[in-house]
């Protein structure tokens, strides 16, 4: 599975974006798909997932973030409202081909084996 992430861009405190997560190679119907992002000088952290019957998101982005896909396109979709600035990040889509049953399963980056490149997101006025 290929994974291309895009979307990114400057957007003022308050203000949203929508990143996309484009898959080709595999059909994602039945991969779980997780959003992750790393902030300058900070390790990667988990942002949200999804499976074929569940979301789970982190707390910091909870109410503000929602997470979708569309298996017709097979892509992935990170809708982010409500933007603070400590939300700026590369944010990187992951995919896995196994059911990531717990909370702790959905937020460890090393449960992904598939991942696209990156792209940033700057909350600033």
């Known amino acids: 599975v290929q994974l291309q992430a895009s979307g990114g861009g400057l957007v003022q405190p308050g203000g949203y974006l929508r990143l996309s997560c484009a898959a080709s190679g595999r059909t994602l119907n039945n991969y779980d798909m997780a959003w992750f992002r790393q902030a300058p000088g900070k390790e990667r952290e988990f942002v949200a997932h999804i499976n074929w019957d569940s979301t789970y998101y982190s707390a910091s982005v909870k109410g503000r973030f929602t997470i979708s896909r569309d298996n017709a396109n097979n892509t992935g979709y990170l809708q982010m409202n409500s933007l603070k600035p400590e939300d700026t990040a590369v944010y990187y889509c992951?995919?896995?081909?196994?059911?990531?049953?717990?909370?702790?399963?959905?937020?460890?980056?090393?449960?992904?084996?598939?991942w696209g490149q990156g792209t940033l997101v700057t909350v600033s006025s």
């Open positions: 992951a995919a896995a081909g196994v059911t990531l049953a717990s909370a702790r399963a959905r937020t460890s980056a090393g449960n992904y084996p598939y």
